[in-house]
């Protein structure tokens, strides 16, 4: 496919009526409010709440939302400020429907976090969250009235998972989904692991709060998890080893945890919740939405796009990604994220110019909806770029390799050049120590600030057990668009190691310039050494040897500014974000403290052995 790009402007967006005033908007003029216990094909019955326009004078589309999380809206009044991604929806008119899943709050059933397909397709009494999804809509389109027999459906992480499950299969009447930061494969990316590494505070925190989640139907849950402490670093640290976490914090009330402490490695438990792979025939539109900032859930929209977009003849499937954190594209304006400024309100554009009208036209035939292909906010150029496909078709392959005294390179082969030092050793070397690993943020605090994705990095910069790397300024803007690879050589003395690589834009240090010397991580991504041959079957690393590592760091679209510098570092652990790496080979789920070694690492950057990162680089 050839592609397109131009710049989007006012002029090419699609109108939204300026009348629209979402903030002023009452819902509790205009709405109805009607709970409902919808039956499913095996008996179990799902608390829904619906929500209905109280002009009958017309039809009206029907947008329905799966949620475990509950809706904090039990009782017979409406306490909604908003109906729907946003009051755009209100105001012109939907059939709003919010359920919960099994097992949570009003539904009957039993809870099952990331509930797998069903095994028994040709069971007609066998159910999975797409049955449960298609038998609402069912439902729904027989016993709600003025409905315009038309469905679409929308959720936010978990939400969206929800909704893809629900694009599988689907009902033929669910004509427009939007999944927006939809997790995917939960051991290789995504809330859970990432390449094996495991997401120790977040998952320890979610866990926490799902376990306490099912409420009753004032919507009141059970008391939250208290650390006793401001400081996560410290905490979990001190909690030692996985192995003792589940006994000593959780007392094994946690279900999915202790199946998570079971399952090690990437197999049927980990590949038969991962979405994608039933998505097959999906005959829905799609508007999947993505944040370039997002820590929970960046991996799942590009991995859904690229599975829908094989099949896509029709041109029904999009990906939107702005410069958001988790959700962002709902809940901020959009125009900055922590220190990273973005001059425009990228989620309100969103909001108006792109979702309500996907919606409006598969749902109503309001609007036209020409923006098929992929819609994508460039940072550093602060942009709006229309394509036709992601990862652009014009790319080229730069090599940014690793030089002595802290110094990279670009280079246009990534061919390693003889770099001709007769006292360089060709490599750097650092200690890691699992009894203190690096921290992933010089915050302090009993949560996880969303703003770590931008922190600038320079609080690791004495460090010692952190190699950085950076250019000379750049003669010229640079474009990244794509995903860049880690090509790593290393040697450790350890029978295992995590590598983890950042990608910073390092600005100026002129004091006239904005963001004096602020180091912006653009991509960073781990790797658990021991899944380097296969995420399945784990294999020890020979001490002292060379070994070849590849992996891929997110996709960015991102301008690196002329006079700023591209800089790249590497470490070893990245705490508490992830667990720690004991650097001995073993199931770290059930690894003893004495299991956790220190290790000399070595990275090489000599040639045959030349770690670099090669950068789909966009043409200017």
Excluded at 286 to 303: I, Q, Y
Excluded at 388 to 413: C, F, H, I, M, T
């Amino acid at each position: 496919m050839r592609m397109a790009t131009r710049i989007l402007t006012p002029a090419v967006l699609v109108a939204c009526s300026a009348a629209l005033s979402a903030q002023d908007y009452d819902i509790t003029a205009n709405y109805t409010k009607r709970t409902a216990m919808v039956p499913m094909r095996d008996g179990t019955r799902l608390h829904t709440q619906i929500f209905k326009p109280q002009d009958k004078s017309r039809c009206y589309p029907i947008l329905l939302s799966r949620t475990p999380y509950g809706m904090r809206n039990y009782g017979p009044k409406i306490v909604r400020r908003r109906l729907g991604p946003s009051n755009r929806f209100a105001i012109a008119g939907y059939v709003f429907v919010y359920q919960d899943v099994r097992g949570q709050n009003g539904s009957e059933g039993d809870f099952e976090v990331l509930r797998p397909p069903r095994r028994n397709r040709a069971d007609p009494r066998a159910t999975d969250e797409t049955t449960d999804a298609y038998d609402t809509i069912s439902w729904l389109l027989e016993n709600v009235n003025c409905n315009n027999g038309k469905v679409g459906m929308w959720g936010i992480s978990y939400a969206a998972w929800q909704t893809v499950m629900a694009m599988a299969d689907a009902h033929p009447n669910l004509l427009a989904v939007s999944p927006q930061a939809s997790p995917s494969d939960m051991f290789l990316g995504d809330d859970i692991h990432h390449n094996g590494a495991f997401r120790l505070h977040y998952m320890f925190h979610w866990m926490s709060l799902m376990g306490s989640l099912r409420g009753d139907l004032t919507g009141k849950k059970g008391d939250r998890f208290r650390y006793g402490t401001n400081d996560l670093f410290a905490y979990h640290l001190a909690n030692g080893p996985l192995s003792t976490v589940d006994d000593k914090i959780f007392c094994r009330k946690l279900p999915f945890w202790t199946r998570m402490m079971e399952h090690g490695t990437h197999d049927d438990f980990w590949r038969r919740r991962d979405p994608v792979r039933l998505l097959d025939d999906v005959r829905p539109a799609v508007l999947n939405v993505a944040g370039w900032f997002d820590a929970e859930d960046f991996r799942g929209p590009f991995a859904i796009y690229e599975k829908v977009e094989a099949k896509d003849s029709d041109n029904n499937n999009h990906l939107i990604v702005g410069p958001w954190r988790h959700g962002g594209w709902a809940r901020d304006r959009g125009d900055s994220l922590g220190p990273a400024k973005f001059r425009v309100p990228t989620a309100k554009e969103y909001q108006r110019d792109i979702e309500f009208p996907f919606f409006e036209h598969h749902l109503r035939d309001n609007t036209s909806f020409d923006f098929g292909g992929v819609t994508v906010f460039e940072t550093g150029g602060n942009r709006w770029h229309r394509l036709s496909r992601w990862p652009p078709a014009d790319v080229v392959q730069v090599s940014l390799q690793l030089r002595p005294n802290g110094r990279a390179e670009l280079k246009s082969s990534p061919r390693a050049t003889q770099i001709g030092c007769g006292s360089d050793r060709g490599f750097d070397e650092f200690v890691s120590d699992p009894s203190d690993p690096v921290p992933f943020t010089a915050e302090c605090g009993p949560r996880i600030d969303p703003g770590y994705m931008v922190e600038d990095q320079s609080f690791v910069a004495n460090r010692k057990d952190v190699l950085s790397y950076t250019t000379e300024p750049l003669p010229r803007d640079l474009v990244l668009a794509g995903r860049a690879r880690v090509r790593l050589f290393f040697a450790t003395t350890g029978t295992d190691a995590d590598w983890v690589v950042k990608l910073i834009d390092t600005h100026p240090d002129e004091k006239d310039r904005e963001a004096v010397g602020y180091q912006i991580p653009l991509a960073c991504e781990i790797f658990r050494s021991k899944f380097r041959k296969s995420f399945s079957k784990p294999v020890p690393l020979k001490p002292g040897t060379v070994t070849k590592l590849e992996f891929e760091l997110p996709d960015r679209y991102h301008r690196f500014l002329a006079g700023h510098r591209i800089r790249v570092e590497i470490q070893s652990s990245w705490f508490p974000l992830y667990d720690r790496n004991p650097q001995t080979f073993t199931d770290i789920y059930r690894a003893r403290e004495s299991d956790f070694v220190k290790a000399t690492h070595r990275v090489y950057r000599n040639q045959g052995a030349m770690t670099q990162l090669l950068l789909p680089v966009q043409p200017n």
